[in-house]
């Protein structure tokens, strides 16, 4: 039986909430890149704008939601000590046991990416797989991890905020400035990626500590959120959005003043997704919750099949020409590979399947 504190803790729409993120992430690795699409080019900008490379819907859905739950598990009382163990096994853990042997493959076998410094190759070993660790550039998804981390170490700092009068009178400034903020370059740093999304994490707290206010059963807020992402979208498609997709935040730090409308969408379509959730928290929704009991898993596992596939067809001399049929069936197969690994981990190593792969 769930114990009554385990159920005022469990909120099924913020579970729901999960299995769409973890989709979102999925689906922008598994689409690749615009050479992948040439020729489809116009399905590909289609897909661009409802999916968002450039801030990641599947990202800033992670980080609202970690910040709506870190303030609603830990408002009334909050143990640094506790909750930094439960990430370290529930997070920490399954990131050094994937990374370690992947650091390796690495360090021995020929790996270039955009994310390495120019003289990356002139470092020693040591210093070569503290990079890795410390960035995450040893496999893309994983500078997440190595930002995420940093969210966790400034929790106390986080958890002092969590008043009315902080989200009141200080966060409409720090919000207003991460509107003109963007990822740093190949997402190559941590701390800047932390800055930039920290005021995300922030407003799921402020979501979570007002959210008896702004969870209703009524339409009208749902509706709003939907027509104002339809807007957006609208614009983006007919070229009104002239933000450049390779702002960086390295740009801002030069002096850059950009508009970031890419991140004010994400935000659209969190609250929208939030909304919609919450009015159908009673629902049976079967798939989204086992999509967010696995998202975690799912998120360290997907990447593996979708570069072993791809370094097949590349054997193979077969390119990639995504067209929508064939992109949404490598994409179910990326998915259903993923969700099946899991599944057997889960199988196999019981209650410790949480410390391989955090699920």
Same mark, same amino acid.
């Given at each position: ?159 002092? $905020? ?104 994400? $935000? ?49 001399? $077969? ?41």
């Amino acid at each position: 039986m769930v114990s009554k504190n385990k159920m005022r803790q469990f909120l099924p729409y913020i579970h729901f909430l999960r299995g769409v993120a973890i989709l979102y992430v999925v689906a922008v690795h598994a689409r690749g890149f615009a050479s992948y699409w040439e020729s489809s080019p116009d399905t590909y900008k289609f897909l661009d704008t409802f999916s968002d490379p450039s801030e990641g819907n599947g990202t800033t859905l992670f980080l609202f939601i970690g910040g709506f739950l870190f303030q609603h598990l830990s408002r009334h009382q909050f143990d640094f000590r506790k909750y930094l163990t439960q990430k370290f096994k529930n997070l920490i853990l399954p990131y050094l046991i994937i990374s370690i042997p992947l650091i390796w493959l690495r360090l021995h076998t020929p790996f270039d990416t955009p994310a390495l410094p120019e003289d990356f190759s002139e470092r020693s070993t040591l210093h070569k797989a503290g990079h890795f660790l410390l960035t995450g550039s040893h496999l893309p998804p994983f500078w997440f991890i190595s930002t995420i981390i940093l969210f966790y170490f400034t929790a106390p700092l986080l958890h002092a $905020i969590d008043t009315g009068k902080f989200y009141l009178y200080v966060f409409p400034f720090i919000m207003v400035l991460c509107l003109f903020t963007f990822r740093p370059e190949h997402n190559a740093n941590p701390l800047l990626s932390y800055l930039h999304y920290i005021p995300i994490y922030i407003l799921g707290m402020a979501t979570s500590y007002y959210k008896d206010k702004i969870l209703t059963d009524d339409p009208k807020l749902f509706y709003g959120f939907l027509i104002l992402y339809a807007l957006m979208c609208v614009a983006e498609l007919a070229g009104w959005i002239t933000t450049p997709r390779n702002t960086r935040f390295e740009d801002v730090l030069d002096g850059a003043i950009v508009f970031n409308a890419y991140l004010l969408k994400t $935000i659209i379509l969190c609250f929208l997704w939030l909304t919609f959730f919450y009015r159908v928290r009673n629902q049976n929704l079967s798939s989204l919750e086992l999509l967010g009991s696995y998202s975690f898993g799912l998120f360290f596992v997907h990447y593996f099949f979708i570069s072993i596939s791809r370094k097949i067809f590349e054997l193979g001399g $077969i390119p990639f020409d995504f067209s929508l049929l064939t992109y949404v069936m490598y994409f179910l197969l990326i998915l259903m590979a993923s969700m099946l690994t899991v599944y057997f981990i889960k199988k196999i190593t019981g209650r410790y399947s949480r410390y391989l792969i955090g699920s």
